[in-house]
């Protein structure tokens, strides 16, 4: 069975500060992972994807993620937070061959950047 | 493009009437997904419609039903409504598989379902 962990509901950081949200994955196989980002009352946007390659991925907005298979995690970062990046942070993941298994999500993690 | 376009908005229920949501996916796009976000629960998934036939069901019970019509729209049926079904109901399209493994899914802006 697919799985996703974020274990930070909520992150607090300074604007102008680095930010990490994390995220960690179980599937069978290679995964493929994504990040998405929901601004209130709208639906989730496609922030970064990690298929295969470099293990640093570089997304929309200035952020980035890093696979890591060892540890299973594929953390959000991003060197230098706005406060408009303030939202929910969703962590998503398929196995290669997953069949018709959906892309399985976290429960979230909410940001809140401080001016 | 157009995105995939979610209708109504908002939806005001009681509990053990029927509600149901619609979905129109991206042209080109013939798979359809639904979730359901609950308060603190996350995404949690519901259906998924490929080509019109059902290809995976979430943990729901079955009052929760759909359908996808041959222009690959798709309409999500709630019956009995509960409390409990108030929530925000996402639908997301995506290329079928297995193009869509590697390919983000897009994302309407959601039914925002409450029943009193």
């Known amino acids: 069975a697919q799985s996703v962990a974020q274990p930070e509901d909520q992150v607090n950081v300074a604007e102008g500060n680095p930010l990490t949200v994390k995220c960690t994955y179980s599937v069978s196989g290679n995964p493929y992972l994504f990040w998405y980002v929901q601004y209130p009352n709208r639906g989730l946007q496609f922030l970064l994807k990690?298929?295969?390659?470099?293990?640093l991925v570089k997304g929309s907005y200035g952020f980035e993620a890093e696979f890591n298979k060892s540890q299973t995690s594929f953390h959000l970062k991003k060197p230098s937070a706005l406060v408009s990046d303030s939202a929910l942070y969703f962590c998503?993941?398929?196995?290669?061959?997953?069949?018709?298994?959906?892309?399985?999500f976290g429960k979230g993690t909410r940001l809140s950047v401080i001016a | 493009e157009a995105g995939v376009t979610q209708s109504p908005t908002h939806l005001i229920k009681t509990r053990g009437q029927q509600a149901t949501l619609r979905c129109s996916p991206i042209s080109g796009h013939t798979s359809v997904y639904w979730y359901q976000q609950a308060l603190g629960l996350g995404l949690q998934f519901l259906l998924w419609?490929?080509?019109?036939?059902?290809?995976n069901r979430g943990n729901f019970p079955p009052r929760f039903s759909g359908r996808q019509f041959p222009n690959y729209s798709s309409e999500l049926n709630v019956n009995a409504l509960e409390l409990e079904d108030s929530a925000l109901y996402l639908c997301?399209?995506?290329?079928?598989?297995?193009?869509?493994?590697?390919?983000?899914?897009?994302f309407g802006n959601g039914t925002r379902l409450t029943v009193t």
């Open positions: 997301a399209s995506s290329l079928p598989r297995p193009r869509d493994l590697n390919s983000p899914l897009h």
């Open positions: 990690y298929i295969t390659g470099d293990n």
């Open positions: 419609y490929d080509e019109g036939e059902e290809r």
């Open positions: 998503a993941v398929r196995a290669l061959n997953s069949g018709n298994t959906p892309l399985v």
